[in-house]
C-alpha cells in the first residue's frame, strides 16, 4: 500500500521543471518576442493614427456647418463640441 511520502519526490532529486502547452503554442525565442511587440505596437500605432485621422475629418466636417462669425476663425476641438451643443440646444 503506497503511502503519500512514496508517491512524492524525494529531497535528493531536483524538482523539475515542466511547462505546459496549450493547444499550438509553441515556445517562443527572445528574438521572436521581440520582434512579435514590435509589430504588435506598429499595428496599435496604426490604429491609434487612423482613429485619430477620423475624429479630425468629422470635427472639420462639423466645423464646416456650424455658423462661425470671422471664417478664418478655426475652433478647438473642445471649443467645436461645445459650439456644437449650443448652437443644437437654442435651435430646439
Do not use: C, Q
Not at 509589430?39 to 456647418?65: F, G, T
Request: positive net charge; aromatic residues 6%; proline residues 7%.
Amino acid at each position: 500500500m503506497p503511502t503519500e511520502a512514496a508517491n512524492s519526490p524525494s529531497a535528493a532529486e531536483p524538482p523539475r521543471e515542466r511547462r505546459r502547452r496549450r493547444g499550438r503554442a509553441r515556445a517562443r525565442t527572445e528574438a521572436l518576442l521581440h520582434s512579435l511587440k514590435r509589430s504588435r505596437r506598429v499595428k496599435a500605432n496604426d490604429r491609434e493614427r487612423n482613429r485619430m485621422h477620423h475624429l479630425n475629418a468629422a470635427l472639420d466636417e462639423l466645423r464646416s456647418v456650424l455658423p462661425t462669425f470671422p471664417d478664418d476663425t478655426k475652433l478647438t476641438k473642445i471649443e467645436t463640441l461645445r459650439f456644437a451643443y449650443n448652437y443644437i440646444w437654442a435651435l430646439s
